[in-house]
């Protein structure tokens, strides 16, 4: 890097700010067109609240959901509906609770495993609960199985691991079935209580025509006998409506009776209604996936602008590297070493709100400072263009600042 690419960067720079652009690249929402494919969920029910069983969704009762919204939980997730719940329009509430729930058992002085990078709102429960979190990276076929089955195995203070199993955020990376296959042993490495908190929140979220397989873990820890000891989550947030869907929850027979109590405590039951339109409306898995194809559709070429824009214009320049996902929500770009905080710093002066740099690892801190998520779903194509021409741009600059600070100090 000479001062003389150093300047045009810079002036790049300057001309992008006179845009005065306000764009957010931060959290992964669906787009108003991807959520103009379920509208037809508002008044889908037309009067007709009554369930298959013969009651009446209107009123009380039924804690863990209606049978037939059961039946579309165990269906996404790959179990049993009498496993499955059904809750409200968001699981990490119910994983929120399941901790809340646990932490009675554990006590304190407890540990979670956390992959990084992650998701910032399950390392966010751990430090509300003051859950010690242990930090170990994924892989492309999921995380190190091997480290985490030593430090299972060595403190027994670690009571739990989130996962996000498929097309995991931010990193798109999918489960190899070694992996969730030795997952399924984990709960009898370590100390008592130990959970798999198992998010597929991506599970039906493909982004090319073939889906990504997952091995089925409940059938794995039914097998090992740790069915009660992994607890698996989905939702619709991103198949219908983020603010209005519904979610599930499955684990072992004990573990969902005993959760099941806990809930009882608190409330009578979730939103019934709301759970009767989505069964009207997504039917089973299958169509479910009908409705993920026009999803598909409209998140696919935002997913392929951002990658092109990112080959054209870092492909051959050795600052950063990014993710391919085949699924999901997310791409997740490694600047070097030392540069993520400043390129989004950068950006923040452009008009372009990214993920605060950190955010995917425990307690905001990555101790390379070099991962980005990129959640590009949202911005219609135009706008995307414009805010990651306007990252790649101040990943350079980024880069430019800390050679040129280099050749000074040395
Ligand atoms: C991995 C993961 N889990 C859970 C959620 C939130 O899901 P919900 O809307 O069901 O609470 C998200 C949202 O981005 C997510 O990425």
């Known amino acids: 890097m000479n001062t003389d690419e150093y300047q045009?960067?810079?002036?790049?720079?300057?001309?992008?700010?006179?845009?005065?652009?306000?764009?957010?690249l931060t959290r992964g929402k669906p787009s108003p067109k991807q959520l103009d494919l379920s509208n037809p969920l508002d008044g889908i029910l037309e009067g007709n609240f009554q369930l298959k069983d013969g009651s009446d969704?209107?009123?009380?009762?039924?804690?863990?959901?209606?049978?037939?919204?059961?039946?579309?939980?165990?269906?996404?997730?790959?179990?049993?509906?009498?496993?499955?719940?059904?809750?409200?329009?968001?699981?990490?509430?119910?994983?929120?609770?399941?901790?809340?729930?646990?932490?009675?058992?554990?006590?304190s002085g407890i540990k979670f495993i956390c992959l990084t990078p992650g998701y910032d709102r399950h390392f966010s429960i751990c430090e509300h609960f003051g859950i010690e979190m242990i930090d170990i990276p994924m892989e492309s076929s999921g995380p190190n199985i091997e480290k985490i089955e030593e430090t299972i195995r060595k403190d027994h203070s670690v009571k739990g691991i989130w996962c996000v199993p498929k097309y995991s955020n931010p990193s798109g990376h999918t489960y190899a079935d070694p992996v969730v296959n030795r997952m399924a042993s984990l709960p009898k490495l370590g100390g008592k209580d130990f959970k798999i908190f198992w998010d597929n929140a991506y599970v039906v979220h493909d982004l090319e025509m073939d889906s990504e397989k997952l091995l089925n873990l409940s059938k794995e820890a039914e097998k090992s006998g740790t069915d009660n000891d992994i607890v698996m989550f989905a939702s619709t947030s991103k198949v219908t409506f983020?603010?209005?869907?519904?979610?599930?929850?499955?684990?072992?027979?004990?573990?969902?009776?005993?959760?099941?109590?806990?809930?009882?405590?608190?409330?009578?039951?979730?939103?019934?209604?709301?759970?009767?339109?989505?069964?009207?409306?997504?039917?089973?898995?299958?169509?479910?996936?009908?409705?993920?194809?026009?999803?598909?559709a409209i998140l696919k070429p935002k997913f392929d602008l951002v990658l092109s824009i990112l080959e054209n214009k870092l492909g051959n320049k050795d600052v950063a590297t990014w993710t391919y996902p085949r699924g999901g929500y997310f791409i997740s770009l490694d600047?070097?070493?030392?540069?993520a905080k400043r390129t989004v710093h950068l950006a923040s002066e452009l008009g372009v709100k990214l993920t605060p740099a950190g955010a995917t690892f425990p307690y905001g801190l990555d101790p390379a400072d070099s991962n980005i998520r990129i959640a590009p779903s949202f911005p219609e194509l135009d706008e995307l263009e414009k805010a990651v021409n306007v990252l790649a741009t101040c990943i350079q600059l980024a880069q430019a600042e800390s050679c040129l600070k280099g050749k000074n100090n040395g």
Do not use: C
């Open 8 to 24: 045009e960067l810079l002036s790049e720079f300057n001309e992008l700010k006179k845009e005065n652009l306000d764009l957010d």
């Open 57 to 107: 969704a209107r009123n009380y009762g039924g804690i863990l959901g209606v049978p037939e919204a059961r039946q579309l939980g165990a269906e996404f997730l790959g179990t049993r509906p009498e496993l499955t719940m059904v809750g409200g329009n968001s699981s990490l509430n119910l994983m929120y609770h399941f901790v809340d729930n646990m932490m009675e058992k554990w006590g």
């Open 242 to 296: 983020a603010g209005a869907g519904i979610s599930f929850l499955s684990t072992g027979k004990e573990s969902l009776l005993d959760f099941e109590k806990y809930l009882s405590r608190q409330m009578i039951g979730f939103d019934k209604i709301n759970q009767l339109r989505h069964v009207k409306f997504l039917k089973n898995l299958d169509e479910t996936k009908k409705l993920m194809a026009k999803h598909r």
């Open 335 to 339: 600047t070097l070493p030392g540069l």
